[in-house]
């Protein structure tokens, strides 16, 4: 008995291995506030549009407005991740994205919102995001210095982003109840005060993030290397899939709140609750891992808990149950993506990171946008419970298809992992030899 304090000890150091490093811990800290704010955001944003306008079409424009840009930028936002110092690249969009935060609330508060102007400071900050989440992803790996821990940190990020989703959108339920959406957008803006100062705190490198990096090529040449390594190419298209015609149930969530169980925006926070704590669980999960590899047999499951979970949450007509199908599909989808960010993370080559983190991009942010306007025109013709039933579905199709492509992805992955491990025992001998001299 006695062994289990200990046990549990050296589990939990396991899991929170990245905060060893300090820049990781700042950049950890800022991001949680930041993050809780941007949910609260995201939840306001879609029932404000849906309270003005009554249409699950124009709640897919809204997210196709937002999220298009990842898509559109993508050659310009992964070369400019690899060239350039990534901690400064997002103290511009971190800065930007507060603005823009500043303005919605402005509008929201001041007296009655046009649609066409929510629109387009949706757009405005989705052209943000398109240089943000590149440099961002490609960025952890500059925090932490052992590639070892590198998932480590990744599956941490996911657990922070799934707290952030299972708190915000609480408090957002609150407080949209109680004061309005504006209040909301006002606190999102402040809350990115805590990110840009442990930005500017963070004791980099000399030589800026750009040291000992080259960047060869452009845009074309990390397009080619990706769609030429089947891990990546496949896990590639596995994510467009999902974000194409999985992910977009999240811009009818306010319908399917109105419509299907007849609740308002408390029943909102609390159901996009539960799917953060299934989505939080996932990233745990992969956060107690010691090392990638075998990442990619466990995607499939992932995948198909997912689409398992779309279907169930589509025929459900009782909150109860309703909050636990989303949590499950919620749970899938995250413990995919985040396996399928570590996977491509720990297996490209560093010299073209932001260049494939731009596609990783394009496949999780960039492929959204047209499946928001596919599932707002969907609902619009055959009701909001039959176009996500069709999402799960289509994410089903896609995990089978991916199953059969299993043992190819498994073979290339296996040939990254054993020089990996060749290189760290060469490091280590290398450290002994030195130690004896």
């Known amino acids: ?28 800290g800022g991001q949680c506030i930041s993050l809780i704010g941007t949910w609260m955001q995201t939840v306001a944003l879609s029932w404000l549009v849906y309270r003005l306008t009554g249409s699950p079409l124009l709640l897919g424009v809204t997210g196709f407005a937002n999220q298009a840009p990842s898509l559109l930028l993508a050659p310009l936002t992964g070369v400019t991740a690899d060239r350039f110092d990534r901690r400064r690249i997002l103290l511009i969009t971190q800065s930007l994205a507060m603005l823009q935060a500043f303005a919605l609330a402005a509008l929201v508060l001041s007296g009655t919102p046009q649609v066409w102007q929510i629109i387009t400071l949706a757009a405005l900050l989705g052209f943000v995001n398109a240089f943000d989440i590149p440099a961002r992803q490609a960025f952890v790996s500059e925090m932490v210095e052992k590639r070892e821990d590198l998932a480590n940190a990744i599956a941490l990020n996911s657990s922070m982003f799934n707290s952030a989703r299972l708190i915000g959108p609480s408090i957002a339920g609150v407080c949209i109840a109680a004061f ?61 899939l999902g974000s194409l015609l999985g992910m977009p149930y999240a811009v009818l969530m306010p319908a399917y709140v109105k419509e299907i169980l007849h609740g308002g925006p408390r029943t909102l926070g609390f159901l996009m609750a539960c799917s953060g704590t299934g989505a939080l669980l996932g990233a745990l999960r992969l956060a107690g891992r010691r090392h990638p590899s075998g990442l990619e047999r466990g995607i499939p499951l992932f995948t198909a808990i997912f689409g398992t979970g779309l279907l169930a949450f589509s025929f459900s007509t009782v909150f109860a149950f309703s909050a636990v199908f989303i949590g499950m599909a919620s749970f899938g989808m995250i413990s995919f993506m985040a396996s399928a960010n570590t996977l491509v993370q720990t297996l490209v080559d560093d010299d073209k990171r932001g260049r494939v983190m731009a596609l990783y991009s394009v496949a999780f942010m960039g492929m959204a946008p047209f499946g928001s306007l596919l599932a707002g025109w969907a609902a619009s013709h055959i009701g909001v419970a039959h176009t996500m039933a069709l999402s799960g579905f289509f994410v089903l199709c896609g995990t089978a298809a991916f199953s059969l492509k299993l043992k190819e992805i498994s073979a290339h992955s296996a040939a990254v992992y054993g020089r990996m491990a060749a290189a760290n025992l060469a490091a280590a001998e290398a450290g002994r030899a030195g130690l004896q001299v």
């Open 180 to 240: 309005g959406e504006g209040i909301c957008f006002l606190l999102n803006a402040f809350s990115y005060i805590a990110v840009i100062a442990a930005l500017r705190a963070m004791r980099m490198p000399a030589g800026g993030g750009t040291a000992g990096r080259k960047a060869g090529g452009g845009f074309a040449e990390g397009l080619k290397y990706a769609f030429g390594f089947p891990p990546i190419k496949y896990v590639l298209l596995m994510l467009a």
């Open 1 to 28: 008995m006695t062994d289990h304090p200990a046990a549990h000890r050296s589990r939990l150091a396991l899991m929170l291995r990245a905060f060893k490093y300090r820049n990781y811990r700042l950049f950890f």
